[in-house]
């Protein structure tokens, strides 16, 4: 059976892009396969805190969890759901491979060039991060690892170093697909980019400080409405779907279409020619508040007991795997 891995960081509440543009999909994605494959869900939370944490790291985690579910996460004999620092294999194997990485290849990596751009002194996590991610994904062999484009160089990393490992050990790890193979089995040809509300030329990030630029899952419905109302156009005085051109008003149509699961054509033949951006607004406000509200009802019923259930049996689990998998690779340098 193969397996299929992904997780989100927990670092702070999701925003609106998260939830479209991955927490939705990858949960569409773990319910379609979770007949035929393993499907592990995991919260990194040692990832986290390679920066700033906003609130309690252990209780951003738990929500995290509560979101998968009130996303719809269908959980079944092969859906796992942990967290990685309850899992001590992931550091284990990362300190292994640390010593079959190079620094050449690590500081490569465009996700540490940019987190350390500007800091006088930046964390070695921030450096090391992607070995660790190669760990969390070579421990479970895990093939499908459905991720944000920002994340397929260290998926390419994770390759190498299991391609490394095996030419001088043995078959000791699966190679994880390629990205080109990753991205159709994302179906992400075209990924979603939901843009920042005020600066549209952005993509909208949940560690944007102004709070206007993006709606977060914990909004209160009335609050995001308003934030679609005051969001960023442009003066073309036409609905036209042009993301170079009119940025803000193609977000708007993009995130109608999103939130009322319609066609993003349907939604653009719907509006074409229209010139009242106002109205637009609204609509889209109604349809965003309604999303909210839905969603938060659902997460509402979430309980900390079922999050809690679920991890009791997840951990046991990739404990099982993943020591299973260390035991080799410690095997493989004599440390047993
Ligand atoms: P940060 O500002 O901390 O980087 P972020 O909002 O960019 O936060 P990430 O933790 O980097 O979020 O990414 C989590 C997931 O959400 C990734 O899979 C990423 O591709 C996806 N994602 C992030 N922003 C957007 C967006 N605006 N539209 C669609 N998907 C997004
Ligand atoms: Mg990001």
Same mark, same amino acid.
Not at 95 to 116: D, F, H, P
């Given at each position: 059976?193969?397996?299929?891995?992904?997780?989100?960081?927990?670092?702070?509440?999701?925003?609106?892009?998260?939830?479209?543009?991955?927490?939705?999909?990858?949960?569409?994605?773990?319910?379609?396969?979770?007949?035929?494959?393993?499907?592990?869900?995991?919260?990194?939370?040692?990832?986290? @805190? %390679?920066?700033?944490?906003?609130?309690?790291?252990?209780?951003?985690?738990?929500?995290?969890?509560?979101?998968?579910?009130?996303?719809?996460?269908?959980?079944?004999?092969?859906?796992?759901?942990?967290?990685?620092?309850?899992?001590?294999?992931?550091?284990?194997?990362?300190? %292994?491979?640390?010593?079959?990485?190079?620094?050449?290849?690590?500081?490569?990596? %465009?996700?540490?060039?940019?987190?350390?751009?500007?800091?006088?002194?930046?964390?070695?996590?921030?450096?090391?991060?992607?070995?660790?991610?190669?760990?969390? %994904?070579?421990?479970?062999?895990?093939?499908?690892?459905?991720?944000?484009?920002?994340?397929?160089?260290? &998926?390419?990393?994770?390759?190498?170093?299991?391609?490394?490992?095996?030419?001088?050990?043995? #078959?000791?790890?699966?190679?994880?697909?390629?990205?080109?193979?990753?991205?159709?089995?994302?179906?992400?040809?075209?990924?979603?980019? &939901?843009?920042?509300?005020?600066?549209?030329?952005?993509?909208?990030?949940?560690?944007?400080?102004?709070?206007?630029?993006? &709606?977060?899952?914990?909004?209160?419905?009335?609050?995001?409405?308003?934030?679609?109302?005051?969001?960023?156009?442009?003066?073309?005085?036409? @609905?036209?779907?042009?993301?170079?051109?009119?940025?803000?008003?193609?977000?708007?149509?993009?995130?109608?279409?999103?939130?009322?699961?319609?066609?993003?054509?349907?939604? &653009?033949?719907?509006?074409?020619? #229209?010139?009242?951006?106002?109205?637009?607004?609204?609509?889209?406000?109604?349809?965003?508040?309604?999303?909210?509200?839905?969603?938060?009802?659902?997460?509402?019923?979430?309980?900390?007991?079922?999050?809690?259930?679920?991890?009791?049996?997840?951990?046991?689990?990739?404990?099982?795997?993943?020591?299973?998998?260390?035991?080799?690779?410690?095997?493989?340098?004599?440390?047993?």
């Amino acid at each position: 059976m193969r397996t299929i891995l992904t997780g989100i960081r927990s670092n702070s509440v999701l925003t609106l892009g998260n939830y479209l543009g991955a927490l939705l999909p990858m949960v569409r994605l773990a319910n379609q396969h979770s007949a035929d494959s393993r499907v592990n869900i995991f919260v990194p939370d040692l990832h986290s @805190i %390679i920066s700033e944490v906003d609130g309690n790291l252990r209780d951003n985690t738990l929500r995290t969890l509560k979101y998968w579910l009130a996303a719809g996460l269908e959980v079944n004999e092969n859906v796992h759901i942990y967290r990685q620092s309850y899992v001590p294999a992931h550091s284990e194997l990362c300190w %292994i491979l640390n010593c079959v990485a190079t620094m050449g290849e690590t500081s490569r990596m %465009i996700q540490y060039k940019e987190k350390s751009k500007g800091q006088e002194s930046c964390n070695v996590g921030i450096f090391d991060y992607p070995i660790l991610m190669a760990a969390d %994904i070579l421990l479970y062999d895990a093939e499908f690892i459905p991720l944000g484009e920002d994340q397929f160089q260290h &998926i390419e990393l994770a390759r190498d170093l299991a391609m490394r490992f095996n030419k001088r050990f043995g #078959e000791i790890f699966v190679v994880p697909a390629k990205t080109a193979d990753q991205v159709k089995f994302m179906g992400m040809e075209n990924a979603l980019r &939901i843009r920042d509300l005020t600066n549209p030329e952005k993509k909208m990030s949940k560690s944007t400080a102004a709070e206007n630029s993006k &709606i977060m899952l914990d909004d209160e419905p009335a609050q995001a409405a308003k934030k679609i109302m005051g969001a960023t156009t442009d003066s073309e005085g036409v @609905i036209r779907f042009d993301m170079v051109k009119q940025p803000g008003v193609s977000n708007l149509l993009t995130i109608e279409a999103m939130v009322t699961n319609t066609p993003l054509q349907d939604v &653009i033949s719907t509006w074409a020619g #229209e010139t009242r951006y106002g109205e637009l607004k609204k609509k889209v406000a109604s349809s965003v508040s309604q999303m909210l509200e839905l969603f938060q009802a659902r997460l509402n019923e979430v309980t900390d007991e079922q999050v809690l259930a679920l991890l009791d049996e997840g951990e046991r689990y990739a404990n099982e795997v993943a020591n299973k998998k260390l035991f080799e690779a410690q095997k493989a340098f004599n440390l047993r």
